[in-house]
């Protein structure tokens, strides 16, 4: 499985952007980039996804390089309910590969 | 409540007593995946049915584990003669072969603590 690397824990303030990144240098050509966010005492849940180009839903936007060896999450305005940890997963964009690799996610503390 | 229900939420045993967790996925959703979480990680994954095909099983998942999904619908993950290096979280997760996104849905998980 391509492995990811994050940064252990950032912070950031309230209603200030956030930049997320992920370094992900072995990542192959059918690799999807997945995010997903663990808020404290809860399940983890999706957040965003993308394979080249970049992406926004209602949540955040997704910045992917252009080797694609790395991305970045974006929150346009980070709200308390953002601090969570936050996974960049690859997951193989091949028929019947399901299953989610987690690493140990970036800890984002939001300062009110 | 539509989400994934797991139960139960907690469960504290001894060590060498066998345990059963159950999970309710979202109706219709034909995939279900089990995850353990230990303190400070990430979530592991543990197995992954198709309806009730167990398509894929983690290494991790030793021969003291089980997981079924008999009727393509609800999941049960059994851990026999537990050991104190089976406390973690359990959680599950479902997903729909429709959704483009191959979003995962997780439940609340359940807490297993092995004394």
């Known amino acids: 499985d391509a492995k990811t690397t994050q940064p252990n824990s950032m912070e950031s303030n309230e209603e200030e952007p956030v930049h997320l990144p992920c370094n992900h240098s072995t990542i192959s050509g059918t690799d999807y980039i997945h995010w997903y966010r663990q808020l404290p005492s809860q399940g983890p849940e999706y957040v965003i996804h993308?394979?080249?180009s970049n992406v926004n839903n209602r949540m955040a936007s997704l910045a992917i390089a252009e080797d694609r060896k790395s991305s970045t999450l974006i929150l346009h305005r980070a709200t308390l309910r953002d601090a969570a940890v936050y996974y960049c997963i690859l997951r193989r964009g091949i028929q019947g590969a399901q299953k989610l690799v987690f690493g140990q996610g970036t800890r984002l503390t939001i300062n009110p | 409540d539509t989400g994934v229900s797991q139960d139960p939420r907690h469960k504290i045993t001894k060590r060498g007593q066998n345990v059963t967790f159950r999970c309710d996925p979202i109706?219709?959703?034909?995939?279900l995946y089990w995850y353990r979480q230990t303190l400070g990680q990430g979530p592991e994954f543990l197995t992954y049915f198709q309806n009730e095909a167990q398509l894929e099983k983690s290494r991790l998942l030793s021969d003291r584990f089980s997981a079924e999904r008999p009727k393509g619908s609800f999941s049960t993950l059994e851990i026999q003669r537990t050991e104190q290096g089976d406390s973690a979280m359990y959680l599950c997760a479902s997903s729909s072969k429709r959704d483009p996104s191959y979003e995962q849905y997780f439940g609340p998980g359940t807490r297993l603590t092995v004394t």
């Open positions: 109706s219709e959703h034909n995939r």
């Open positions: 993308g394979l080249t």
